[in-house]
Every structure is written in C-alpha cells, then in structure tokens.
C-alpha cells in the first residue's frame, strides 16, 4: 500500500515534469517574440499573439512556482508526519508490553503524539486542497495556452515565412502540463483517502 | 529548508550537498549529507538522524527522486549519523546500507535488520554507485572503532565523515572554507577530544596525502576545497588527539 509520504513524493515528480515545460514554453516564448520582430507588416498578427505568449509564459511560471512552494511544504510534512507516526507505533509498543503503572504514566506522552499526528494531519489536508486549488488555476492556464497555441497556427498559416511550428509546440507542452496536474490531483485525492 | 549545492558535475555523475538548515531547532548538531548519482544509482553518505529526516528528506526530494536512493553509507554508528534509517526504510523498504561489520548488531536499534546491511570489513572495499566506482576508505578509531570514508577518484571527493568537522558560530557557518586558519579554530577541540588515536590518525594523514583531492566534505562544517584540503591533512597530521581540552 502506498504510505503519504509516497504519494506527496511522486506528486513531486509530476511537479518536476510541469516545471520543465512550463521552462520550456518560456523559452520558446521569448525567441519566438524575438523572431516575430524582424518579421514585415504582414506578420503584425503574428507578432501580436507571441507577444501574449510572452505575457502568458510569464503568467503559468508564477502560477507553476505558487504549486511548486506548496508541494514543497507538503513534502516536509509528508516527512515530519511519516517520523512522528512512528515514534508513536514505537510507543504504542513499548506501553503495550509495559506494567500498567508504567502504561498509564506515559499515557500523556501517547495523547500529545497524536494530537502531533493529528495536526499534521490537518495541515496535509489543508495543503492538498490549496495544491489541488493552485492546479484547477493552472489548468484554466493551460486552457488559454491551447487557445493561444491554437492562434499561432492559424496566423502562421497565412505567412509561409512562419513555419517554425510553434503552434503544435505550445499545444505539446500544454498537454504535458495537463497530464501532470491530473497525476498530482489523483495523488491528493489518495492522500485525502489514507487520512480519513 | 536545507541548502543544496552542486559539489561535482561530469555527465550522469553528480555530487550534491545539503547543508544548513536555518530552522533546525539548536539543540540538534548540524550535519552534512552528500548524494552521489550516476547511471540512475543513487547512494546517500550519513543520512542522518531521525529528527532532521524531514528537511533531508525534502532537500533531496528537489533534486533526486528519493526512490532512486537504493543505498546508504554510515560512516559510523552515531545517532545523528544513521538513527534515520527506519524512516528511510519506512519509504523504501529495499534500502541497503553500508556500515562496519563493527556496528551489525547496534545499528538495528535504529531500523533495519540482518538483510538491510552490508556489512563492510577493515580493510574497506570497492562501491560501485552505476558507473562509478568508489572506495570504501579505513578510518577506524577516527572517531568510531569502527570507521569508514568514501573515496570518489573521478571527482577527486573524500567524504570524511567526522574528521574535517568543525562547531561553527552562526556567524561563520559558510559551506566552504573561505579562511583556514580562522575556520581550523572552530576544529581543533573538536578533533583533540574526537580523535582517539594519533597512530591512527598518522596512517590515516598518510594514505589521505596520497589520494588526488579537490574537495573534503566532512558530515558537520564547512567543505574543504583546492589547497585548503592539503592543509587540513597537514594541521591533521601535525595535532594531537585523544586528549581533552585542557
């Protein structure tokens, strides 16, 4: 079975797939502004969507950074709560097979350990759902990227000197984002799951 | 969060750092820890206590997959070098670790059992972490009885474990040294009560001298690099230990 600590990690990898496309599209967004300005009159249409691209890289990367610090977080305390969970098993053990006296004196320590657990706990679940808010956001973004992925094509087609196929490209990096967020959802609807 | 730096990059083969952790609470001694990688394997030097696991665990996590660190090298048996291993294990069962066969039976009070260990013999042995092999150095009695460094030839990197430590001042606590002879300060009562042998610690000058260096990473203080890792075998070579301050 899979423990938090698991699920918070890969979602961590899938963080890392997002912030290499989201680095990507910036990229391509500014050579391809770049590219647009040498470009004649009959391009304008062209140089206007790259220059939103622009604007949108700058505006997923932000969004993509927000999710990256919360994953972060969320990381530590997948940890800090995998080291508390055992301390506590560790005690539950050692009181199990203690003399009652000894049991009922370090019962308290037993109560502040999971009352430790539990406020990880809440904390993990109050970080699930602001990463699972943070991907419906950069998800609505994506959206705008196939929009304006969409654009390039169409303003590419009507100038044969635009063939750099950026179009296809936005839409690619676009879908892995996609991808991504919807392997990061699942893992904090499963991480949700393990707590309840 | 801890800070991770990029000691050594050639390809695939990769050192890394994680050093400083401005909210480790102050009655926990800093440490190092140090990743390996190449070819896809990973393996992790002193991971650790259990009370720092979550900000190694989360500095590694930003630049490995922590299931790809398959093994651990515990330079001792130290609670704060290896008393982390049952969370690791908690995360990824098959975790190996390597250790002095000094240790087979102690280390397990922290996690793992008789299949977790390979247990290293005195004389030390050859790791290989993918494509890369490295050394399992003797180091006894500096300060374990039973002690190990580990040796990188192509990075030209020993982690040294406890020698090479230093106590820093906050306001000191760079990851490199930047001046030896104010930062030595900071390791002299340290190696003279730590240090248990001067036979041991003269061989150990010795074979040091010998190795191609660039970088010395102790598991607590600052990295030593370039000419500053000759001086350290030197200062080493030329103090006295096994005594108490006084």
Redesign the interface.
Known sequence: ME?G??LV?EA??HLQGIMQAVRRLYMRAVNAMLNARGLGSEAAGYQAVTLELRRFSKHIDGSSDELRGRI?EL???G??R??QA?RLVRLEKGLDEAVATVASAAEHRLEDLRASLGRQDREIARLAKEIKRISVRVLRLVESGRNLGLMLRTEAAASSALTDGIGDEINTLMDCVAEELDSIERRMDQLNETRE | ?KQSIVLYENGDHRWLALARDPDKPGYVIDTNEYVVESGGDALMTDPGG??I???V??AV??HV???RIGRLFASHQDPDIISSL??WM??NPDVRCYLSRLWATFVPHFGGDDTTFHLLDDAGEPIQVGNQTLEAMPAHYLHSSGNFHLHDPAAKLLFTGDVGAAMLPPEEDEVFVSDFDRHIRHAEGFHRRWMGSNTAKRDWCERAAKLDLDLLCPQHGAIYQGDDVMRFINWFDELEVGRTWQ
């Open positions: 423990t600590l698991q990690s961590h990898g972060r990381v530590y305390y940890a800090a995998q080291r055992r | 969060m259990m009370e696991f979550p900000a665990f989360s996590s930003q997959d922590p299931k049952g969370l908690d995360f």
